[in-house]
């Protein structure tokens, strides 16, 4: 999703998709840790409106937002396009938790079903 960059010390950038009305929230990093992404779904056209206009984006968001609407924490991850096989054209690939967590545990059963410790 595309996210435009906003002047809050909350919220590094901010999309929203009017047809499925997911708000995505690309949070500023923190001296421990990387700005996080968050998509809320559910959110009305009122309340993206209303939230991007407030005079504070930090307080809407825990007033109006926050934990009131399922939300997802999504990663990106950015491959070199050189780095695509097939010359895909894509420049970045963002994954949910549950998608990595899938993964993960393909990963983890093949692996098993490849190698064979012995204790």
Same mark, same amino acid.
């Given at each position: 999703?595309?996210?435009? $960059? =906003?002047?809050?010390?909350?919220?590094?950038? #901010?999309?929203?998709?009017?047809?499925?009305? =997911?708000?995505?929230? $690309?949070?500023?990093? &923190?001296? %421990?840790?990387?700005?996080? #992404?968050?998509?809320? *779904?559910?959110?009305?056209?009122?309340? +993206?409106?209303? +939230?991007?206009?407030?005079? &504070? #984006?930090?307080?809407?968001? !825990?007033?109006?937002? *926050?934990? $009131? +609407?399922?939300? =997802?924490?999504?990663?990106?991850?950015?491959?070199?396009?050189?780095? @695509?096989?097939? %010359? @895909?054209?894509?420049? &970045? @690939?963002?994954?949910?938790?549950?998608?990595?967590? $899938?993964?993960? !545990?393909?990963? =983890?059963?093949?692996?098993?079903?490849?190698? &064979?410790?012995?204790?």
């Amino acid at each position: 999703m595309h996210r435009g $960059k =906003v002047e809050s010390t909350f919220a590094e950038s #901010i999309g929203y998709d009017h047809e499925s009305r =997911v708000l995505e929230i $690309k949070t500023h990093p &923190s001296r %421990n840790a990387a700005g996080h #992404i968050y998509q809320m *779904k559910g959110v009305s056209p009122h309340t +993206f409106a209303a +939230f991007v206009t407030a005079h &504070s #984006i930090g307080a809407y968001y !825990n007033r109006f937002i *926050k934990a $009131k +609407f399922e939300t =997802v924490e999504v990663f990106e991850q950015h491959i070199p396009e050189e780095d @695509l096989s097939g %010359n @895909l054209g894509m420049g &970045s @690939l963002t994954f949910s938790d549950e998608a990595i967590d $899938k993964l993960a !545990n393909a990963t =983890v059963d093949a692996m098993a079903r490849r190698f &064979s410790f012995r204790s």
